[in-house]
């Protein structure tokens, strides 16, 4: 089995120029106009290597190499090609060309799968355009229900079905649904987007588990004043409320004792948003991860708890919204040991981790099981212009997949 590391380090690059940002960064908005060019580009190659291409209704993107039985679910592989602003040309990335790559050593190699194998290309990995992450396999497992999803907008008002439309995607998105048991598994190749590969020395990741996010959005209604005028006794200040929340977030998270519990705030709004005006509303958004759903969620109930009480010393009104409360994912035992065989056989070295991030396999595990490969990227670097994976990084993580995929398809 034969890696062209010159032919995928070169299409790497040339989907990387196909940005709204100039090099190194790269911007490709999922139904933007660069995305539909990345996507023409990127179904040209699959043409190439001689897979059948379909697509559904919300633009996930399906290359078939067609195995022997074709009784027997198929194998799937894949990831995403859409990029936040201004990030790199690895993530996701590799997961879509190197399963490219693994498909053409493997019919290089002369070996003929009794399964069929898929490789994905799913829509909207990034919550860049509607707010919402995994889009694509998220309608492919049923967590996000067909119905209504077509109302959601983008920043500028624009709904999913207007955009998909003009991308050329129609049909009904309850489509798009697959039922459990529609593929035999499912394994996705993915830069770390963290450190300890590259720390520890060590050539792959096999991913026992995905941490899942819940995510909270609350809002803190004070009363707002002239920031001389009004005196401190009586003050109701929305902002002093949420700024009490931000620490009972990191208070939950740490009282867990687990380091696999992480809780964040990452956005504040305040109103009006003046140097001399009492906030009278402010908005935040915190996000709780875990790899234990139970866990995760008996933070998130404390966290409930402490902005009630925050709110009602404060004399403040608090309004709690849950966007959503994602589960966390396990592998499945029989992929990781096929992972594990496949490094065996290249002689490379490997790990079993935990991914803090969650990824489209966190939703293809309602369809099949599931499992990742996690290859080093440099610094553990990643949505930046400066995210880097190794030829030789890469070159590794291709043979492992490659290996795992004649594994699980023959």
Same mark, same amino acid.
């Given at each position: 089995?034969?890696?062209?590391?010159?032919?995928?380090?070169?299409?790497?690059?040339?989907?990387?120029?196909?940005?709204?940002?100039?090099?190194?960064?790269?911007?490709?908005?999922?139904?933007?106009?660069?995305?539909?060019?990345?996507?023409?580009?990127?179904?040209?190659? @699959?043409?190439?290597?001689?897979?059948a291409?379909?697509?559904?209704?919300?633009?996930?993107?399906?290359?078939?190499?067609?195995?022997?039985?074709?009784?027997?679910?198929?194998?799937a592989?894949?990831?995403?090609?859409?990029?936040?602003?201004?990030?790199?040309?690895?993530?996701?990335?590799?997961?879509?060309?190197?399963?490219?790559?693994?498909?053409?050593?493997?019919?290089?190699?002369?070996f003929?799968p009794?399964?069929?194998?898929?490789?994905?290309?799913?829509?909207?990995? $990034?919550?860049?355009? @509607?707010?919402?992450g995994?889009?694509?396999?998220?309608?492919?497992?049923?967590?996000?229900?067909?119905?209504?999803?077509?109302?959601?907008?983008?920043?500028?008002?624009?709904?999913?079905?207007?955009?998909?439309?003009?991308?050329?995607?129609?049909?009904?998105?309850?489509?798009?649904?697959?039922?459990?048991?529609h593929?035999?598994?499912?394994?996705?190749? %993915?830069?770390?987007?963290?450190?300890?590969?590259?720390? $520890?020395?060590?050539?792959i990741?096999?991913?026992? %588990?995905?941490?899942?996010?819940?995510?909270?959005?609350?809002t803190?209604?004070?009363?707002?004043? %002239?920031?001389?005028?009004?005196?401190?006794?009586?003050?109701?200040?929305?902002?002093?409320?949420?700024? $009490?929340?931000?620490?009972?977030?990191?208070?939950?998270?740490?009282?867990?004792?687990?380091?696999?519990?992480?809780?964040?705030v990452?956005?504040?709004?305040?109103?009006?948003?003046?140097?001399?005006?009492?906030?009278?509303?402010?908005?935040?958004?915190?996000?709780?991860?875990?790899?234990?759903?139970?866990?995760?969620?008996?933070?998130?109930?404390?966290?409930?708890?402490?902005?009630?009480?925050?709110?009602?010393?404060?004399?403040?009104?608090?309004?709690?919204?849950?966007?959503n409360?994602?589960?966390?994912?396990?592998?499945?035992?029989?992929?990781l040991?096929a992972?594990e065989?496949?490094?065996?056989?290249?002689?490379?070295?490997?790990?079993?981790?935990?991914?803090?991030?969650?990824?489209d396999?966190? @939703?293809?595990?309602?369809?099949?099981?599931?499992?990742?490969?996690?290859?080093?990227?440099?610094?553990?670097?990643? %949505?930046?212009p400066?995210?880097?994976?190794?030829?030789?990084?890469?070159?590794?993580?291709?043979?492992?997949?490659?290996?795992?995929?004649?594994?699980?398809?023959?």
């Open positions: 089995m034969h890696i062209d590391m010159a032919r995928l380090s070169g299409e790497i690059d040339a989907l990387a120029l196909i940005s709204d940002a100039e090099a190194p960064a790269v911007t490709r908005v999922v139904f933007s106009e660069r995305d539909r060019e990345g996507r023409t580009w990127l179904k040209a190659r @699959f043409g190439e290597a001689g897979l291409i379909r697509e559904d209704a919300v633009g996930n993107v399906f290359a078939r190499w067609e195995g022997r039985d074709a009784t027997l679910p198929a194998v592989t894949g990831s995403h090609i859409d990029a936040i602003p201004f990030a790199g040309k690895y993530d996701g990335v590799v997961g879509v060309l190197g399963a490219l790559e693994a498909i053409r050593s493997l019919k290089q190699s002369g003929a009794s399964r069929s194998i898929e490789l994905i290309q799913f829509t909207a990995e $990034e919550p860049t355009r @509607f707010g919402i995994c889009l694509g396999s998220r309608l492919i497992s049923g967590v996000l229900a067909a119905d209504g999803a077509d109302d959601l907008r983008d920043a500028e008002g624009q709904s999913l079905h207007e955009l998909r439309a003009r991308a050329g995607f129609s049909g009904e998105l309850a489509e798009v649904r697959m039922q459990r048991g593929y035999a598994g499912f394994v996705e190749l %993915h830069i770390e987007q963290g450190p300890n590969l590259e720390r $520890e020395g060590v050539a990741g096999a991913v026992t %588990h995905i941490a899942a996010p819940a995510t909270l959005r609350i803190f209604e004070g009363e707002g004043g %002239h920031a001389g005028a009004k005196l401190m006794p009586g003050r109701r200040d929305a902002f002093c409320a949420a700024a $009490e929340a931000v620490l009972a977030v990191e208070r939950a998270a740490l009282s867990t004792g687990a380091v696999d519990t992480v809780g964040t990452g956005i504040c709004e305040i109103h009006p948003g003046a140097i001399n005006s009492i906030p009278s509303r402010v908005k935040i958004a915190a996000d709780i991860r875990d790899i234990d759903g139970t866990r995760r969620d008996v933070v998130v109930n404390q966290i409930r708890a402490a902005i009630d009480e925050i709110a009602k010393r404060r004399n403040v009104g608090a309004m709690i919204e849950m966007v409360a994602d589960p966390p994912t396990a592998s499945s035992p029989q992929i040991e992972i065989r496949a490094c065996a056989a290249e002689s490379v070295s490997h790990t079993r981790m935990v991914a803090r991030a969650y990824h396999t966190s @939703f293809m595990a309602g369809v099949c099981p599931v499992a990742m490969i996690f290859i080093p990227c440099r610094g553990g670097v990643s %949505h930046r400066d995210e880097y994976a190794s030829p030789e990084a890469i070159d590794a993580g291709v043979r492992v997949l490659a290996r795992t995929l004649a594994d699980l398809a023959g």
